[in-house]
């Protein structure tokens, strides 16, 4: 109620304020999204004598909504800024405005005072660095098709995925001062967020705050400060059961000397976790402080734009970081589309696969810092499933970039080779090789059209081997895109993503207390996951298109045939940012 | 700034950074650690096997009151096993496991506890199948419960029978009322319920054993008070179950099943007689209360202590006492539903209360 009153409020303001059109302001966005889905495969209909088949689950469907979202902007003064994101949704089969709803979906304020100290309070999106607030990308996509990129897009627009940010809720502050003598810029930074609220019973109040002391010395030379904690607030129940606190501390610098062709660059950042569970029972009782480093040196050749970059870090066992190493992406979700296959009492869940990854709006994403290690899939990405603070990594990255999307060509491939700190489990260590690259060439550029003609390609691919409590585990990422510009603003788009995983894992079950591991779940893989897609789109302006898509996905077990499935989907989508 | 600034810069900040590596590196390379992180994990080799094939668990029958079930087999090699242990009828699960080239039965024991929310219940039978990291070799065995475990020994289960080892939560042969257990005065039985519930089907069934407890009711007369019962404390308890005199060390620990509901609320009322006597006085004693919301859905374990209760606010149901938290001095407990806010339906659902003393309730142990 209260925010139905403060978005009229916003209204008004803006219906007084109409003639000056600095002080309210409108952005948002409109879609509509059509889909037509079918699925079909051995899981549903086993061919062998005595088997069922599945007829109890649907085969088709067809779904789809148009949303329009309305930001308002209302900003008296310097001081102020107030925005509103209003939804107004309608699910398909709802027309007429039977099954529309409306809902809030940001609201924020926003302002500088003393045109020194800038304030956010209410949806923020936030990141530091990448070992302390990140939002990392859970598997490896730089070099995927457009029309991948198109679906995702979607994707990461419904969960609030802006760049590596999170969506928090909360507030915000920085400052920065700049001087002439000495250094040239000393800045501030310090938030606070609640990412879980007290049930005032079993469930206190878990906060998430921290900050940021920068120093530009020149533009040769700066180094900063972050510090982030994750706790418990125990005076918000009314017995105290669990007493829980994260704390990181990290020092970065970045070290520039550049020449008329060349440039060079000394990045770096360390610091430490310091974490405490304490609990009546001494024998969970966990407080460990571990360390990492992470020091890296790139040369870049200007006119190139080539990059060339090698770093080393260490990462130990149980450096914990929830702010940087909780993942964005549920492995172990259920799909939404066809969410069962089979009949009682031998239905099984189907497993968001390849597919659902990159279009499944809901249900998948998680939006919300964890305060330990979540489980994952290790087909999806074994090395780094927690981003670059993966804890127990140490090892050698070598990165070497060229090129950029206006160019000819924009290219890029990286090497990892890293390996445990500490055995799990065993004295012996994980070892780590990973591969991935690729490229994106505008043909165009080279034929001297002016029309579109863009061919992409990418591989992933990792290693994970162990001598004893063996382990051989080895995964590879495929992606292939094409996009051809045929008429002024049409495009045809194709794209094509494989992944093959085939091997074991035992992965550990995380738990907060001081077993740190209580157990391993054996993991053994022989499996395939593909899409191929293709269709058309017609950019109406920068930010607006609509497209049509033909999506064939499938999910084939190389080690129990009955497990394969194909699915295929016509999407349909037009959308409009203003 | 010239060029030999420049470079005097980059070169200081080249220095710090290696610095700081090296410094980073001694440390790392210094720490102290073992030789591995997490319990230990042994795979199947080649080769191995389980001696006859045999994995037993005995004996087949076991009264979990006074009795464990032992699991014996020998294996060729040390290897990381586990014993997953499921009830066929109550769901409930536990997992013991270990690295070993043997179960030894003096060690490698079970008696009675669960993982996870369910109980184990009286004459279910409990599949047992060992399984071993790194392979496919699974054994079993079955083991039938006469007797489900009792958890009195963490404290006072408050329970529907006043013999020392009989039946915990809201079990027993029949629901026994008189003496022991009685209700409210103002919980009329045609418009407010009171009743032992099997609950309605697997998804919702009691936590513990077949019956759970719910209390439900329109508040009718808008004083947010719908309906209880209490269960007195007898002599014989009093005598064979000491309790602390610290609040600090008494927890309160009760199963609830939220409905996502925002109005109903359980009064959990620890009554005390402040005079040392056999009965709570409510216009001369202390109550000391905590009120559960039911927010949540499904059951949930909630843990609260004693220290944490709030004195009852009426000076005649409870708030007339020394106003000081005598653990060793309850008489009786209280559950009552409530509405808030007032005059609307309720339905608490609740199940095994136990107070525990020394910690809050385990029930892995």
């Known amino acids: 109620m209260i925010r139905k009153l403060v978005f009229i409020a916003f209204v008004l303001i803006g219906t007084n304020h109409v003639l000056n059109a600095q002080t309210v302001y409108f952005n948002g966005l409109g879609r509509a999204l059509v889909t037509n889905d079918k699925i079909a495969g051995l899981a549903l209909d086993p061919d062998t004598v005595g088997a069922?088949?599945?007829?109890?689950?649907?085969r088709r469907g067809t779904g789809g909504y148009t949303i329009f979202d309305l930001g308002v902007n209302a900003q008296p003064?310097?001081?102020?800024?107030?925005?509103?994101?209003?939804?107004?949704?309608?699910?398909?089969?709802?027309?007429?405005?039977?099954?529309?709803?409306?809902?809030?979906r940001q609201m924020r304020l926003d302002g500088v005072l003393g045109k020194l100290v800038k304030y956010e309070i209410g949806d923020l999106d936030l990141a530091l660095t990448p070992y302390t607030l990140y939002n990392f990308e859970e598997m490896y996509n730089d070099f995927e098709a457009d029309i991948f990129a198109i679906r995702r897009s979607v994707v990461h627009y419904e969960n609030f995925n802006f760049g590596n940010k999170w969506r928090v809720q909360g507030f915000n502050t920085s400052a920065a001062f700049q001087y002439e003598k000495g250094i040239e810029r000393l800045g501030f930074r310090a938030f606070a967020t609640r990412p879980r609220r007290t049930d005032f019973l079993a469930t206190p109040d878990r906060i998430f705050?921290?900050?940021?002391?920068?120093?530009?010395?020149?533009?040769?030379?700066?180094?900063?400060?972050?510090?982030?904690?994750?706790?418990?607030?125990?005076?918000?129940?009314?017995?105290?059961?669990?007493?829980?606190?994260n704390k990181?501390?990290?020092?970065?610098?970045?070290?520039?000397?550049?020449?008329?062709?060349?440039?060079?660059?000394?990045?770096?950042?360390?610091?430490m976790s310091d974490y405490r569970?304490?609990?009546?029972?001494?024998?969970?009782?966990?407080?460990?402080?571990?360390?990492?480093?992470?020091?890296?040196?790139?040369?870049?050749?200007?006119?190139?734009?080539?990059?060339?970059?090698?770093?080393?870090?260490?990462?130990?066992?149980?450096?914990?970081?929830?702010g940087a190493q909780t993942r964005r992406i549920n492995d172990f979700a259920q799909a939404n589309l066809f969410p069962t296959m089979g009949n009682a009492p031998l239905t099984m869940d189907r497993r968001a696969i390849l597919m659902d990854r990159i279009s499944q709006e809901h249900g998948i994403r998680n939006l919300t810092l964890q305060p330990m290690l979540m489980p994952f899939l290790p087909q999806y990405n074994n090395i780094t499933p927690f981003g670059m603070a993966t804890p127990n990594r140490r090892g050698v990255t070598v990165t070497a970039n060229g090129g950029g999307d206006e160019e000819l060509i924009r290219t890029s491939a990286t090497i990892d080779l890293l390996s445990e700190v500490q055995g799990e489990g065993v004295a012996s260590l994980r070892e780590f090789t990973g591969i991935r690259g690729g490229f994106v060439l505008n043909a165009h550029k080279l034929l001297g059209w002016e029309s579109i003609i863009a061919i992409n390609a990418g591989i992933r691919h990792e290693s994970t081997t162990r001598e004893l409590s063996p382990i051989n585990l080895q995964s590879t990422l495929y992606d292939a895109g094409l996009t051809v510009e045929v008429l002024k603003g049409l495009d045809l788009i194709g794209g094509y993503k494989l992944l093959t995983a085939r091997g074991n894992e035992f992965l550990a079950v995380y738990v907060m207390d001081g077993a740190f591991i209580d157990d391993y779940m054996e993991i053994n893989i022989d499996t395939k996951e593909h899409i191929l897609a293709f269709g058309g789109r017609y950019r109406f302006s920068k930010n607006s298109y609509f497209t049509l898509q033909g999506h064939f996905a499938g999910f084939t077990n190389n080690e129990n045939r009955f497990n394969n499935y194909t699915m295929n989907q016509a999407f349909l989508n037009y959308t409009m940012l203003f | 700034m010239n060029k030999y600034s420049i470079q005097s810069n980059f070169k200081n900040g080249i220095l710090v950074s290696v610095s700081l590596l090296i410094a980073l590196l001694l440390v790392s390379s210094c720490a102290k650690r073992t030789d591995f992180i997490g319990s230990e994990l042994v795979t199947m080799p080649e080769g191995f096997f389980v001696a006859d094939n045999s994995f037993s668990a005995s004996p087949d029958r076991v009264n979990f009151e006074r009795d464990k079930a032992k699991f014996s087999a020998e294996f060729s090699h040390r290897v990381t096993w586990r014993i997953k242990l499921q009830g066929l009828t109550s769901g409930a699960n536990k997992v013991i496991k270990g690295t070993s080239d043997k179960l030894d039965p003096d060690s490698i024991q079970w008696n009675g506890s669960h993982d996870g929310l369910y109980f184990f219940m009286r004459d279910e039978k409990v599949l047992a199948e060992l399984t071993f990291m790194g392979g496919n070799l699974t054994l079993i065995d079955t083991i039938d419960v006469l007797r489900a475990k009792l958890y009195g020994n963490q404290g006072f289960s408050v329970s529907n029978d006043s013999r020392p080892t009989t039946f915990e939560g809201f079990e027993g042969a029949s629901f026994n009322?008189?003496?022991?257990?009685?209700?409210?005065?103002?919980?009329?039985?045609?418009?407010?319920?009171?009743?032992?519930?099997?609950?309605?089907?697997d998804k919702d069934k009691p936590v513990q054993g077949e019956y759970a407890f719910t209390l439900s009711g329109t508040d009718i007369t808008n004083s947010y008070f719908v309906g209880g019962f209490k269960r007195n404390i007898t002599a014989m308890e009093r005598n064979a179950i000491k309790w602390p005199e610290d609040p600090d060390s008494v927890y309160i620990n009760i199963y609830l099943y939220g409905r996502g509901d925002g109005v109903t609320k359980l009064n959990f009322s620890m009554e005390e007689a402040d005079d040392g006597g056999p009965s709570h006085r409510e216009d001369r004693h202390d109550a000391f209360e905590f009120q559960f919301n039911f927010e949540h859905t499904g059951w949930k374990l909630f843990s609260v202590r004693y220290s944490d209760l709030t004195r009852a606010a009426n000076p005649d149901y409870g708030g007339s006492g020394n106003n000081v938290k005598e653990p060793n001095k309850v008489r009786s407990i209280a559950f009552n539903a409530i509405s808030s806010p007032p005059n609307n339906y309720v339905k608490a659902t609740f199940d095994f209360p136990i107070i525990t003393f020394g910690k809050p309730f385990n029930p892995r142990e």
């Open chain 2, 177 to 201: 009322i008189s003496g022991l257990f009685w209700l409210d005065p103002y919980f009329d039985g045609r418009r407010e319920m009171a009743e032992r519930d099997p609950m309605l089907n």
């Open chain 1, 277 to 322: 569970f304490d609990t009546m029972d001494v024998e969970v009782r966990r407080n460990e402080n571990n360390i990492f480093y992470d020091l890296g040196l790139s040369g870049e050749y200007k006119p190139l734009k080539a990059r060339l970059t090698v770093s080393y870090r260490e990462v130990q066992p149980m450096f914990s970081s929830p």
């Open chain 1, 52 to 58: 069922q088949t599945d007829n109890t689950n649907p």
């Open chain 1, 209 to 245: 705050m921290g900050g940021r002391v920068d120093v530009k010395q020149s533009k040769f030379f700066n180094v900063g400060i972050n510090y982030a904690n994750f706790f418990d607030v125990m005076s918000t129940v009314a017995t105290e059961i669990v007493n829980y606190n």
């Open chain 1, 248 to 271: 990181v501390y990290t020092a970065d610098v970045a070290g520039t000397y550049e020449l008329e062709k060349l440039k060079f660059q000394l990045l770096g950042e360390a610091g």
């Open chain 1, 77 to 104: 003064n310097e001081m102020l800024r107030a925005h509103a994101l209003l939804r107004i949704q309608n699910e398909f089969g709802g027309f007429y405005g039977d099954g529309s709803f409306l809902l809030f």
